[in-house]
């Protein structure tokens, strides 16, 4: 490194620390910010859609006024069958949804109730300790992870109005629209849900949706076709069917990318103003045979540099404010997320920098000199 | 070289700002030439358009008609580009108030020009430290400008002008800032490296008093250039 926009980005960021601490410190700021939306949105988006992520259906079966909704689609037993025979389909089971509240051994909790074919389709696949129901088992259910803070262990009864299950095993990642969830059989499902929902009773046969393990390249529309009155949508696009899961996502996406507008436009500040400042010393530098390009590749190196810093500083701040954010705040901090927001940040602050070389680029080397007249 | 044997060459050189009827003419036919080793001064009150005539000279300004030579080159010729190149390789400039680079050492900032003709850091590094040496700056090398007088600061702008080892060195009124003592000071020791190391020199300057340590002078009124024959003659 021995160019001069290297002697000049050097110099200046190691003898005017000061002044590119401020910087450095709204960058971090700002990303610390970045980071603790992005946290918020996945941490809303994961909670809200794990149940439909972390299992093994590639897609799901609805009733077709359902608009995507498990909740809200009715469908019966004997359409396992019919979608089961549609070409490209090479799995389906039945699957039971219920929101409701339950009595763990310290209290109430909120509870997902996934009624299924426990090995079929729809199987969670993240089980993290313990193990799942065998099919045809009943009485036992495997919990999201999150019903552990809730005093819940092996071997812990959950109940939901007179039917209690067993807890046999733990699966990770799996909450449905921020509640834990239970993976239990359709029995034990169907028994809950006339507990609480004694309106639904005298229906044996109900189901909400179908759980489809599809080959690859397979027409859901085709699949759909197979069952007159059903929808079909991917696994990911049910998540996105969640009541507010897409509508969260693209609030918290806007004001994540504004946000970083607003890290661009700081930089873009910082050196306007620190090249109008130096637009003396930039017209003798040129004036000694400095091409603007030099200039301005010391003005982007230190774009760069103060844009990792920052980036650096938030992240750490970020990770250790996510230590004391209470557990009810739903935030999940992932690497995905933070790689990405720093590659926007130092993007948009090198694209902030970028702005003052037009500037840099008008200034005159003859204005070194006297007062050109 | 050119035809006349003369190292800097400047012919029927004007400069006209503006068009119709309100342009003006900042420099007005300027005609002159300067020999290799030869220091000259350039008098003339604020406005006469001393200015315009070296920055024309240094490849800072593009003239309106005439042309400048500097050895073998056309200076007027260049184009943007080059002429970034030609300042670099071949004119040194000392500005007025030096314009050192404040943020880099009194070495820094020598070493800075080096770059732009990508000499050796090696050789660079040597260079440098001979120039603060006789420059008497050898002990100051490791401050920032803010650490340094304005004198030292101005030794330290000369020595950057001398670092590339340029044909041509364009001074800017270089005791704008000092006092006459120091002034003083500072236009010798350009007389003698710009004699011992057989550059050629050029100092704008309204003060009458330096006027002592050059060959020749040329005195510019309104955009007109003369030549006064000697320092002497100049009446006190």
Redesign the interface.
């Known amino acids: 490194m ?3 926009a290297a ?2 980005s050097r ?2 960021l190691t ?2 620390k000061g002044r590119f601490g401020a910087v450095v410190g709204a960058l971090a700021l700002i990303v610390f910010l970045v980071l603790v939306l992005g946290a918020l949105a996945d941490g809303l988006f994961y909670g809200a859609t794990g149940a439909v992520r972390s299992t093994n259906a590639t897609a799901y079966a609805f009733s077709a006024d359902a608009e995507g909704s498990l909740i809200r689609s009715r469908l019966e037993q004997s359409d396992v069958a019919a979608l089961a025979a549609a070409p490209g389909v090479e799995a389906a089971g039945p699957v039971g949804v219920l929101l409701t509240g339950g009595t763990g051994p310290e209290g109430d909790v909120d509870l997902a109730i996934f009624g299924l074919d426990v090995g079929g389709p729809g199987t969670p696949t993240t089980l993290v300790q313990g193990r799942l129901p065998t099919s045809g088992e009943v009485g036992v259910a495997a919990v999201d992870t999150r019903l552990q803070d809730d005093g819940i262990d092996l071997g812990s009864r959950l109940s939901v109005g007179d039917v209690s299950v067993e807890v046999v095993g733990f699966v990770a990642d799996s909450a449905y629209q921020l509640q834990p969830s239970v993976w239990t059989s359709v029995e034990d499902w169907r028994s809950m849900r006339d507990a609480v929902r004694p309106e639904l009773r005298g229906q044996p046969t109900a189901i909400n949706a179908v759980a489809l393990v599809t080959s690859a390249g397979a027409d859901l529309s085709a699949i759909a076709a197979a069952l007159p009155g059903s929808a079909v949508l991917t696994a990911e696009a049910v998540g996105l069917a969640i009541p507010g899961v897409e509508q969260q996502a693209s609030t918290l996406n806007s004001i994540i990318y504004t946000t970083v507008a607003v890290a661009a436009l700081v930089v873009a500040l910082f050196f306007a103003l620190l090249v109008l400042e130096k637009r ?2 930039f017209a ?8 603007t390009w ?1 200039l301005g590749r010391a003005v982007l190196i230190q774009a760069l540099i103060a844009s990792i810093l920052g980036v650096i500083i938030g992240a750490i701040i970020a990770r250790l404010f996510g230590l004391i954010i209470p557990a009810t705040v739903p935030t999940l901090f992932r690497t995905d997320t933070l790689i990405q927001i720093a590659v926007f940040t130092i993007v948009a602050g090198i694209v902030g920098a970028a702005f003052s070389l037009r500037r840099l680029a008008r200034i005159d ?2 204005t ?6 | 070289m050119n035809d006349s044997g003369s190292l800097l060459q400047v012919n029927d050189v004007s400069k006209v700002y503006g068009t119709g009827h309100t342009a003006v003419t900042a420099l007005d036919q300027a005609t002159m030439s300067v020999d290799q080793g030869e220091f000259v001064a350039l008098l003339g009150p604020s406005g006469s358009g001393k200015t315009t005539l070296i920055s024309i000279v240094g490849g800072l300004l593009a003239a309106t008609s005439g042309t400048v030579t500097l050895g073998d080159i056309e200076v007027t010729a260049l184009s943007r580009k080059d002429l970034t190149r030609f300042r670099a390789e071949r004119v040194g400039f000392v500005f007025q108030s030096a314009n050192l680079v404040p943020f880099l050492t009194a070495r820094e900032n020598l070493l800075y020009v080096a770059t732009l003709v990508k000499t050796p850091k090696k050789a660079a590094q040597q260079r440098a430290d001979q120039l603060l040496e006789e420059l008497g700056l050898a002990d100051r090398a490791k401050n920032l400008p803010e650490q340094l007088s304005g004198g030292e600061r101005q030794r330290v702008a000369i020595g950057r002008a001398l670092m590339n080892d340029p044909d041509l060195v364009l001074v800017d009124e270089p005791t704008a800032s000092l006092d006459t003592a120091l002034g003083r000071q500072v236009v010798q020791l350009l007389r003698r490296e710009i004699k011992d190391r057989g550059k050629t020199g050029i100092m704008v300057t309204h003060d009458l008093r330096m006027v002592e340590y050059t060959d020749r002078v040329f005195e510019i009124l309104d955009g007109h250039l003369t030549h006064v024959e000697s320092p002497s003659t100049l009446g006190h």
Do not use: M, N, Q, V
């Open positions: 021995t160019g001069p002697l000049l110099g200046e003898r005017t003396e010393l003798a530098l040129k004036a000694l045979g400095s091409s030099a080397p003859a070194a000199i006297g007062g050109t007249l």
